[in-house]
T-cell receptor, first 117, second 109 residues
Framework: GAVVSQHPSRVICKSGTSVKIECRSL??????MFWYRQFPKQSLMLMAT?????????EQGVEKDKFLINHASLTLSTLTVTSAHPEDSSFYIC?????????????FGPGTRLLVL | SQKIEQNSEALNIQEGKTATLTCNYT??????LQWYRQDPGRGPVFLLL?????KEKRKERLKVTFDTTLKQSLFHITASQPADSATYLCALGERALTFGSGTRLQVQP
């Protein structure tokens, strides 16, 4: 079945630094990928829609200059958290739409745990 | 604004029983409703999608109902097993999803 991977799975960084998270669709092409954020014991919140070859679409309240998204190929989207602060510590999850049994299905990555000190 | 409610209290049941989880939503008329399973520290895994014109959908031991009048979906796991213990998320939409906060299910052996 379709697989989505994320790298790194876990990252610890100092406040003020930037962190890049990669999301890859391993065996299918994804023109659209989605980035979510999940705080402890809370729901996944959609941050942005990543479109291959064009600018990302951000949800209300998400700063596009802070969360830079690049979707340079049909199998890779990256999320860069710029000038990270402790409040950016969260679980970041990407998803992509693949086809299984002739039907479109959302496949989620395993997530990236970010801790900003 | 759109709101999705899932029972935040954990659901504890005995192995072999049927687990029933509830998802209620307001200020929204979704064409699609989905259910996902999430284990601690992992991304969600797709379980079932039901469309607004479908009343019920089944997949092995899973059953989902979708009542657009009540704005409610019920998710059933029959013959539950300890391995079914996880958090179950309700999500509205087809691709860009709006998630509920999830209900944790604990199946006791």
């Amino acid at each position: 079945g379709a697989v989505v991977s994320q790298h790194p799975s876990r990252v610890i960084c100092k406040s003020g630094t930037s962190v890049k998270i990669e999301c890859r669709s391993l065996d299918f092409q994804a023109t659209t990928m989605f980035w979510y954020r999940q705080f402890p014991k809370q729901s996944l919140m959609l941050m942005a829609t990543s479109n291959e070859g064009s600018k990302a679409t951000y949800e209300q309240g998400v700063e596009k200059d802070k969360f830079l998204i690049n979707h340079a190929s049909l199998t890779l989207s990256t999320l860069t958290v710029t000038s990270a602060h402790p409040e950016d510590s969260s679980f970041y999850i990407c998803s992509a739409t693949g086809t299984s049994g002739g039907r479109e299905t959302q496949y989620f990555g395993p997530g990236t745990r970010l801790l900003v000190l | 604004s759109q709101k999705i409610e899932q029972n935040s209290e954990a659901l504890n049941i005995q192995e072999g029983k049927t687990a029933t989880l509830t998802c209620n939503y307001t200020n929204y008329s979704p064409a699609y409703l989905q259910w996902y399973r999430q284990d601690p520290g992992r991304g969600p895994v797709f379980l079932l999608l039901i469309r607004e014109n479908e009343k019920e959908k089944r997949k092995e031991r899973l059953k989902v109902t979708f009542d657009t009048t009540l704005k409610q979906s019920l998710f059933h796991i029959t013959a539950s097993q300890p391995a079914d213990s996880a958090t179950y998320l309700c999500a509205l939409g087809e691709r860009a999803l709006t998630f509920g906060s999830g209900t944790r299910l604990q199946v006791q052996p």
